[in-house]
């Protein structure tokens, strides 16, 4: 209830002659640091639905959250079984796709909203916009989506949860999204959706930045700043322990 009453007095201007809910949502942290320890997070994202004149409905309404990561351009490699061999033998380009995608609700969506809703606001994996290079047949551009969206999932980095949203008092929502430790850096967004008789009737959105820090960071600004140098001490130090391993080798023999 003391949450409660925070976020309705943070949120009565926007209240004011309003005719819609309005969401008031927020993170559990606005910010994750990757160090060598780094065994990945989880997030909360919680908020409350504030309605006019505070006269809570009957009846009740659903809720989606939404992590993204930065987009990126992906190519992805089919492989198969060539005379007993496991090789490269296709290949597709996507000028850009989300690093990360989790999504959370209440039900699941295709109980709360129809298709056309759900491509307008990417809600769900099937969903998603992931601009494919072009110049290929529908028919190979939807089995390397289909193959981009499974080996995802298996790294954990997109993710649906169909009952991952607990609404009390048809007021206070909360979802938990689990971050893998092999996730992208860089600005993420948390969006969260009201949903009512199968509209968007609401929706707002707070950014989250996800970065490296320590050595780790150092080491990533040094690859980026210094392309050459950094290209050249990697060669220099997989020779030297090459070298070594050589000579370790030779004493032990």
Do not use: C
Request: proline share 6%.
């Amino acid at each position: 209830m003391k949450l409660l009453s925070i976020l309705l007095a943070l949120a009565a201007p926007l209240l004011i002659g309003a005719s819609k809910p309005v969401l008031v949502p927020d993170v559990s942290a606005r910010s994750i640091e990757i160090r060598y320890s780094f065994s990945g997070a989880q997030l909360l994202l919680f908020g409350a639905i504030l309605y006019p004149g505070g006269r809570v409905p009957a009846k009740p309404l659903d809720i989606a959250v939404v992590v993204k990561g930065p987009v990126e351009p992906i190519l992805v490699r089919e492989k198969q079984q060539i005379a007993g061999i496991w090789m490269n033998a296709d290949s597709h380009r996507f000028r850009s796709a989300p690093s990360f995608y989790a999504i959370a609700s209440s039900r699941p969506m295709r109980d709360l909203v129809d298709e056309r809703t759900a491509a307008i606001y990417e809600l769900g994996l099937g969903d998603l916009q992931l601009s494919p290079g072009g110049g290929a047949l529908p028919e190979k551009e939807r089995r390397f989506e289909a193959g981009l969206l499974e080996l995802r999932k298996r790294q954990r980095l997109y993710a649906e949860d169909p009952t991952g949203v607990e609404i009390s008092e048809r007021v206070l929502y909360r979802a938990r999204i689990n971050i893998p430790s092999q996730v992208p850096v860089g600005t993420y967004t948390a969006e969260t959706f009201l949903i009512d008789n199968g509209r968007v009737v609401a929706a707002a959105t707070k950014e989250i930045e996800i970065g490296k820090s320590g050595f780790e960071r150092f080491i990533a600004v040094a690859a980026r700043r210094y392309a050459l140098l950094y290209g050249l001490a990697a060669v220099l130090l997989s020779v030297g322990l090459g070298w070594f391993a050589a000579w370790l080798f030779a004493r032990r023999a």
